[in-house]
Structure formats: C-alpha cells, structure tokens
C-alpha cells in the first residue's frame, strides 16, 4: 500500500498562519518557518502523516499569481528555511506536499512581462492563451488574454504548449531534488489539459516512487481525473458539501447517495476528504448545529477516501468570507492560545483520537464499506477488515435515537472508540439474536469496535494486569512500555494497556514530557528518546560495504538497549565527516537510513565502504561488550589484519 493511501492530511495555508502581507512586499515574517515546523509538530499529535503546504512559490498577492516558480515566497523565508522544514517533517514520519499553479500565472511572471514589452514579437507569446492585440484591459495593456475565472490578475498559460509543458516539468524536478517534497496539490485541475496531467503523471513515476499528484475538482465525474493514468486523487467537493448540508437539512440520505455514487464513480480511488478549506467557510459558520461538527469528524475518518484538516479547524475556530474577500478564511493563529485544546477542547480531543483510530484500525483504510441502517436522521456503517467491524454510528436529530441492524461480523460486545474524548456521553449498545441495538443521545455519533470473537482475546491481559494503578505507577509503567518499544506506541494502544481512557494517557505524557521525559510525538504515536544520561559509553570502529549491513549495525545496537550517539566517518574520497545520529530505537534507525539515502550529497555513501567510529552508550560495560562481540560475529566490527 502507497503512503497517501493511508495518510492523513493537514493542511496549512502559509501566508495566513504566519500573518503574511496580502501584498508582497518582499519583507519575510521573522522567523516564518519555526512556527510551520511548530505547527506541524502540533499536526503529528493529531495523527496526521502528511502536512499539505499552499501555495508556497514567489506570488504578487495571495499566493496563486506565481511569479517565480523557483523561489519560496519571500513573505516566508528562504529556499534554505524550507528544506529543513521538510527534513523535519520527514524525520517526524510526515510527508509534504505542496501547491502546483500550472493553469496560470501572475502579471509578474517573466514571460508575461515580456509579452507586455515586445508583443506580438514576444518570444514567450505562444506560451498564453487567446492573444488579442487588438483589445485592452482594466490594466491598459493594449491587448487581452485568456484568464482564469475572469481575473486578469491571473494569466492563463498554453499547456499544449511543449514549451510550457516541460518547464513545468522541470518545476517538478527542482521540488523534488531540491527540497524532497512528495507530491503536487494542482491548483485548478478542473480547467488542466488531460494530456498535460498525463504526462505529468507518467513523468512523476519516473522521478519519485510514490509521488502523489491530487487535483483541485470541483464538480463532475472525478474519474476523470483521479485514474491510473492521471491523477491519484481530486478534491471531494461533492461530499463536502452533503456532510455539512446533510446536517443542517436533517437528511443523511444525501450524504448516503453521495457515498454510493462515488463509489460507483470512482470505484476504490480515494478522494480528498474535508470539511473546510482555504477557499470555503469554517463548518461552525456553515451549520446550524455546531454539535453536528462532531458527526462530521467521524465522516471524514471513517467514509473511503483520505481524511484532512484544515489548520485551526481541529480548535472549531469561525471563518467567513467577509466583503468577498477569502483572507478571514485564513488568519494567523497561534499555537500558545490553544495551549489546553487537547484536555479542554472537545473538537481538538476528538480529532487527537481520531488520528490514533486511524493508525491502530487498519480496517478505516482499506476495510469493507457495508452500510447497515440509514434513515432522515439516523446514519450506521461498518468497514470490515479481518473478521473485525469498526461501526459508525450518528444521529442528526434533536432528540435520543436507537438504531437497529443486522450485526456485519458476529460479536457478543461492542467497544465505544471514543467514549474518553472530551464531551464523550454514554452510548448504551445491546447485542441478542445477531442484532446490534444502540441508544444513541441527540446530534451525536460514535464508533463502535465489534472484535473479532477469537482474536480480541489475548490484548486483554496487559490490561487486567495493569489496571487500578496509581498516577505515579502509570506514569512509570508509561515509560517502561516506551523503553521497551523501538516502535511509536499510539495513546489508544498505551490506553488498552493501562486500562484507562486515552485522555488520561494523554495528559499523562503531558506531563512526563513537563518533568523532562524526552518522549517525541509522532503521527504514529509517542517515541521516547534515549540520550545522554549514566550508564557506559564506548567507541566502535565499524566497516560495512552496503545499506543492509548498516541497517544490521543500527539494530544491532539498539536491540541490546544501546543508543548509538554520533559518528566519525574516515573515508578516502570524502575525507573526515562527524554527526550526532541519536539512533534509540528501530524507528530512528530507519528513519535516519531513509533521509540519509535520499540527500543530494548522500551521507550514506560516505559511511559505506570506509571505517567509522561509533560513540555507543549502554547501561553498562557488559552490554556494549555484548554489541561488540554480535557486531564482530557479523564481520561489522572493522579488525585490523
């Protein structure tokens, strides 16, 4: 499975978060880019795996009259700042993706610029749609051209253009090779030449495994252009807007008939899933009843598709368009006022487990679509995967509701997933004669685990072993589960262990991590960093011909408990190079085989076929001895003839 397949998307808007001029006067916010990589971080404790970032390039006004394609709006920073945020985003296991204007440009474009100047003997003329030099504009130009939406602000370029097409292509490849993103959002794929699309397509294959392209579509057959051979995925403005007028309309049979036409559409291609975004109002200004906000989540995450946040809506913030204007759509927040969002706040903790449903419940990706009950106000599916049921329960009416349906997979007993969110109330759930009943309170919703009947046995243990401990006991028993795991371990798998509710998990690492714990937040769940500190530290020369056997290395040191510390690279060609690497567990160790492999000056090929020297820090002498003696046992250990 490809990772956008099963990634959760957050998506910030630039330029508004960090309170950038609407008008680019080329002074950059200081320091724009701390507070991205803030925010992100702030995106791995929701669950989310991939932070969508537009647009992005060099624009006059608001970001989507590019100017240079090549340069990072300069109201943000540099190109410099941007590659190391998406390093720190790589290394926190987040993919990036940002905003591709190819249908148009800005007046300040350099070929538009020549056009104005020279004319009809432009050498850039055929790159422009519907040149007339014998017409004007609102700008005086003494000819008109094609545009987008009827904004002269906006040029339209000619993708049949060979010209165009390649230095769009081109615009790809400085991206990636330079900054290492992972995919394109196409701004206004809607009005994109298919044969352009499809050569993008076919070129991104050739320049990145697993580079996602994802289309701007409003409406239509989204077929078109989310297939094999053009884009991966579209926008699902069709959906969007049954989820919010579904609710206000007291009608889940709108949001039911969209489902079913999609999937007859699309088939299993999945779509971009949001409630809001940069160009439409915040939900709490869209519904009636902003409890309905609730059962909206739980659409996103639990429908087909690849759910999404809009940055600020994990906080129910208000946005309207105000005198035709998008900006309040995209204000500057920050993070410090939301300091408590994840005890306080009952959208923000929803979304917090929602993310870590996502991650633990393979079924939510790739699970069965079986629909179970659908009425005006009542709405209950089930994804199967593995003899298990996750089932979405939701009731959009203003008074108590039961549900009633044919169990999908048998079961004797039902698991409320989120009955420890803030502002959760109970859900009575009775199971006889393979019926499931489900009392359900006004404008609320749910999802219910039905466990496999075998398989749910034996997770049971820790939990009964765990349970009535005190604070300070769970806390510690916390860090011994992260200690032990080279694995992320997600708040809700950390709650099944204790037998307590996730929030409490929540809060106790908030608090583990206030008195010092250095336990990282990843989309994945929590990571403990093992650094410094007692214990023995010792130097290992190591030698290895090959990417497997420096992986064999790493795992080799923290799968006895050691941290490998840094290294000091001697090699022929490349001469002396040092760098902490703070390897604790498997997790970093791939991960910092990953980034290594893929910068442009590889540090993986300067450790490979040389000798290095490792600082290697254990609990004791014993143990770095027994390091040394499997590493030499695995002709790792570099021995002098």
Same mark, same amino acid.
């Given at each position: 499975m490809a990772w956008y397949d099963n990634a959760v998307f957050y998506h910030i808007y630039p330029l508004g978060l960090c309170g950038c001029s609407h008008e680019n006067d080329g002074q950059a916010v200081p320091g724009a880019f701390e507070k991205l990589d803030a925010w992100a971080a702030h995106a791995a404790e929701l669950g989310c795996t991939a932070i969508y970032i537009g647009p992005l390039f060099e624009s006059g006004s608001h970001g989507y009259d590019t100017i240079d394609y090549r340069l990072v709006d300069r109201r943000l920073g540099t190109n410099e700042e941007f590659r190391a945020f998406v390093d720190a985003c790589h290394a926190r296991g987040q993919k990036v993706i940002v905003d591709g204007v190819f249908n148009h440009v800005g007046r300040g474009f350099f070929a538009f610029q020549d056009l104005k100047a020279q004319r009809e003997n432009s050498r850039w003329r055929d790159w422009f749609c519907d040149l007339n030099f014998w017409g004007n504009n609102e700008y005086n130009d003494g000819f008109s051209y094609g545009n987008w939406g009827g904004y002269n602000l906006l040029v339209k370029l000619n993708q049949r253009n060979p010209e165009v097409q390649q230095y769009h292509f081109d615009t790809v490849r400085f991206w990636v090779e330079q900054f290492d993103i992972d995919g394109i959002r196409l701004d206004a794929a809607d009005v994109l030449d298919f044969d352009f699309m499809r050569g993008l397509r076919r070129f991104t294959e050739q320049l990145k495994p697993e580079f996602w392209l994802m289309g701007e579509v409003i409406h239509g057959d989204y077929s078109r252009w989310a297939n094999p051979d053009t884009l991966h995925s579209v926008t699902n403005y069709e959906l969007h807007k049954g989820l919010w007028s579904g609710h206000n309309d007291h009608n889940y049979f709108e949001i039911a008939h969209t489902v079913r036409r999609l999937q007859g559409m699309c088939g299993n291609t999945r779509l971009y899933l949001f409630s809001d975004n940069h160009d439409v109002e915040r939900l709490p200004n869209k519904l009636r009843n902003r409890a309905h906000i609730r059962n909206i989540a739980i659409l996103l995450y639990t429908l087909w598709g690849i759910p999404s946040i809009y940055y600020g809506s994990e906080f129910a913030i208000e946005g309207r368009k105000e005198y035709g204007s998008d900006w309040p759509l995209r204000p500057c927040l920050e993070l410090a006022d939301?300091?408590?969002?994840?005890?306080?706040?009952?959208?923000?903790?929803?979304?917090?487990?929602?993310?870590?449903?996502?991650?633990?419940?393979?079924?939510?990706?790739?699970?069965?679509?079986?629909?179970?009950?659908?009425?005006?106000?009542?709405?209950?599916?089930?994804?199967?995967?593995?003899?298990?049921?996750?089932?979405?329960?939701?009731?959009?009416?203003?008074?108590?509701?039961?549900?009633?349906?044919?169990?999908?997979?048998?079961?004797?007993?039902?698991?409320?997933?989120?009955?420890?969110?803030?502002?959760?109330?109970?859900?009575?759930?009775?199971?006889?004669? #393979?019926?499931?009943? $489900?009392?359900?309170?006004?404008?609320?919703?749910?999802? !219910? *685990? @039905?466990? /496999?009947?075998?398989? =749910?046995?034996?997770?049971?243990?820790?939990?009964?072993?765990?349970?009535?401990?005190?604070?300070?006991?769970?806390?510690?028993?916390?860090?011994?589960?992260?200690?032990?795991?080279?694995?992320?371990?997600?708040?809700?798998?950390?709650?099944?262990?204790?037998?307590?509710?996730?929030?409490?998990?929540?809060?106790?690492?908030?608090?583990?991590?206030?008195?010092?714990?250095?336990?990282?937040?990843?989309?994945?769940?929590?990571?403990?960093?093992?650094?410094?500190?007692?214990?023995?530290?010792?130097?290992?020369?190591?030698?290895?011909?090959?990417?497997?056997?420096?992986?064999?290395?790493?795992?080799?040191?923290?799968?006895?408990?050691?941290?490998?510390?840094?290294?000091?690279?001697?090699?022929?060609?490349?001469?002396?190079?040092? #760098?902490?690497?703070? $390897?604790?567990?498997?997790?970093?160790?791939?991960?910092? !085989? *990953? @980034?290594? /492999?893929?910068?442009? =000056?590889?540090?993986?090929?300067?450790?490979?076929?040389?000798?290095?020297?490792?600082?290697?820090q254990c609990s004791s002498e014993a143990a770095f001895r027994r390091i040394e003696a499997e590493l030499a046992a695995r002709g790792i250990l570099y021995q002098k003839n």
């Open positions: 939301f300091s408590d969002a994840f005890e306080s706040n009952p959208v923000t903790s929803l979304y917090a487990a929602l993310g870590g449903l996502k991650a633990d419940y393979p079924a939510l990706t790739d699970g069965e679509f079986r629909e179970l009950q659908l009425t005006t106000t009542q709405y209950a599916f089930a994804r199967v995967k593995d003899g298990q049921a996750l089932v979405t329960v939701l009731n959009n009416a203003d008074n108590p509701a039961r549900l009633e349906f044919d169990l999908p997979v048998p079961a004797e007993g039902a698991e409320d997933l989120l009955a420890d969110c803030v502002g959760s109330q109970p859900v009575q759930v009775r199971i006889e004669w #393979g019926r499931v009943q $489900v009392e359900l309170p006004p404008n609320y919703g749910t999802i !219910l *685990r @039905l466990p /496999a009947q075998q398989a =749910d046995r034996a997770p049971e243990t820790p939990e009964r072993e765990n349970a009535g401990l005190g604070t300070a006991q769970r806390r510690e028993v916390i860090l011994q589960i992260l200690t032990d795991s080279g694995d992320p371990v997600s708040a809700s798998a950390l709650a099944r262990r204790l037998g307590v509710s996730r929030q409490i998990v929540v809060g106790d690492v908030a608090l583990l991590r206030a008195g010092g714990a250095q336990i990282d937040a990843t989309p994945r769940g929590y990571l403990l960093h093992r650094t410094g500190g007692s214990g023995y530290v010792g130097i290992l020369a190591c030698v290895h011909q090959t990417a497997e056997q420096l992986q064999t290395e790493l795992y080799t040191v923290v799968d006895q408990g050691g941290t490998v510390v840094d290294v000091t690279v001697e090699n022929a060609l490349y001469g002396e190079l040092r #760098g902490n690497l703070n $390897v604790a567990s498997r997790y970093d160790a791939d991960e910092f !085989l *990953r @980034l290594a /492999a893929e910068a442009p =000056d590889s540090l993986l090929s300067r450790m490979t076929g040389g000798v290095h020297l490792h600082r290697i």
